[in-house]
């Protein structure tokens, strides 16, 4: 069964697939105002709904149109009269290979221990949101955080009970970000990164204080830790607010290398705390 949403114009169509990223888009050539094919090229051109496959479905049958249809990116083209069965099949077809392309994706994307996001998600969602917050003169906020005193827990317990210490951290950092725009990953070994976009300073000071309680009250054990007998983490913040910035665009590199810095001084400072940067009054 398909939830099937319907647009009589091209523009209508474009704003439907912007909304709702439908697992395919039957189009036809011929439509009011932007032609089918204007429409698939908008659909190509654009981030969020490139992905999706488009089937043509039209009287317009010449072999020119129909190699214009595939060079813009239509999956498939159908002329009419449609025979029924052979849509039905050609829209299964492509559903399941888009369906199986996202889960492969997916899967790239992840961390498998955890089921976090792995660092090449996280590269690109950092790419991503600091273009888009950018865009929108906001705020974007990186968090770091590294285990303290990993190497020893895995050296005194083990590497199977060091993966499970790694699982734990995990959860507790997805329980403290809530919102969907934000992304937590494992960056590799025990350290973890957060993207906070549209959050200022003391935004993401309230989600690092957040962090650091619910591992200083859970008081998971940690015998061979340098300071306390439980786990703890270290953070690193930095901050950018694009509003300020009028003459040089920070790149991912620079940002986590921010971070990163901040992370050593709390580590500095004892260890269970976190250390913030704002990008760029603290550089130079």
Same mark, same amino acid.
């Given at each position: 069964?398909?939830?099937?949403?319907?647009?009589? &114009?091209?523009?209508?169509? $474009?704003?439907?697939?912007?909304?709702?990223?439908?697992?395919?888009?039957?189009?036809?050539?011929?439509?009011?105002?932007?032609?089918?094919?204007?429409?698939?090229?908008?659909?190509?051109?654009?981030?969020?709904?490139?992905?999706?496959?488009?089937?043509?479905?039209? !009287?317009?049958?010449?072999?020119?149109?129909?190699?214009?249809?595939?060079? $813009?990116?239509?999956?498939?083209?159908?002329?009419?009269?449609?025979?029924?069965?052979?849509?039905?099949?050609?829209?299964?077809?492509?559903?399941?290979?888009?369906?199986?392309?996202?889960?492969?994706?997916?899967?790239?994307?992840?961390?498998?221990?955890?089921?976090?996001?792995?660092?090449?998600?996280?590269?690109?969602?950092?790419?991503?949101?600091?273009?888009?917050?950018?865009?929108?003169?906001?705020?974007?906020?990186?968090?770091?955080?590294?285990?303290?005193?990993?190497?020893?827990?895995?050296?005194?317990?083990?590497?199977?009970?060091?993966?499970?210490?790694?699982?734990?951290?995990?959860?507790?950092?997805?329980?403290?970000?809530?919102?969907?725009?934000? $992304?937590?990953?494992?960056?590799?070994?025990?350290?973890?990164?957060?993207? $906070? &976009?549209?959050?200022?300073?003391?935004?993401?000071?309230?989600?690092?204080?957040?962090?650091?309680?619910?591992?200083?009250?859970?008081?998971?054990?940690?015998?061979?830790?340098?300071?306390?007998?439980?786990? &703890?983490?270290?953070?690193?913040?930095?901050?950018?607010?694009?509003?300020?910035?009028?003459?040089?665009?920070?790149?991912?590199?620079?940002?986590?290398?921010?971070?990163?810095? !901040?992370?050593?001084?709390?580590?500095?400072?004892?260890?269970?705390?976190?250390?913030?940067?704002?990008?760029?009054?603290?550089?130079?």
């Amino acid at each position: 069964m398909y939830d099937v949403f319907v647009s009589t &114009t091209g523009q209508q169509g $474009l704003e439907q697939a912007q909304a709702l990223s439908p697992e395919l888009i039957l189009l036809d050539v011929v439509m009011p105002g932007l032609s089918g094919f204007d429409v698939c090229r908008q659909l190509k051109q654009n981030d969020h709904t490139q992905p999706i496959p488009i089937i043509f479905v039209t !009287a317009q049958d010449t072999v020119n149109q129909q190699t214009e249809g595939f060079e $813009l990116g239509a999956v498939d083209y159908i002329t009419k009269p449609i025979e029924e069965a052979i849509l039905k099949a050609r829209v299964q077809t492509h559903t399941r290979l888009y369906q199986q392309t996202l889960q492969l994706e997916s899967l790239a994307a992840t961390d498998p221990l955890t089921g976090l996001a792995n660092r090449r998600r996280f590269d690109e969602t950092m790419l991503s949101e600091i273009d888009h917050c950018h865009r929108e003169q906001a705020c974007l906020s990186l968090l770091i955080i590294d285990i303290d005193d990993f190497k020893a827990y895995n050296d005194g317990y083990g590497h199977g009970k060091g993966d499970d210490c790694l699982v734990h951290v995990a959860r507790n950092l997805e329980a403290c970000v809530r919102r969907a725009t934000d $992304l937590v990953s494992r960056l590799g070994g025990e350290e973890f990164g957060i993207i $906070l &976009t549209g959050t200022d300073q003391s935004g993401a000071q309230a989600v690092a204080t957040q962090i650091l309680e619910i591992f200083n009250k859970q008081r998971y054990v940690h015998d061979y830790a340098s300071q306390h007998n439980y786990l &703890t983490v270290s953070i690193g913040i930095v901050t950018t607010a694009f509003s300020q910035i009028t003459d040089y665009m920070p790149d991912e590199r620079i940002l986590v290398d921010c971070a990163d810095a !901040a992370l050593y001084r709390a580590k500095r400072n004892g260890r269970n705390r976190y250390a913030c940067s704002i990008w760029p009054e603290d550089q130079g």
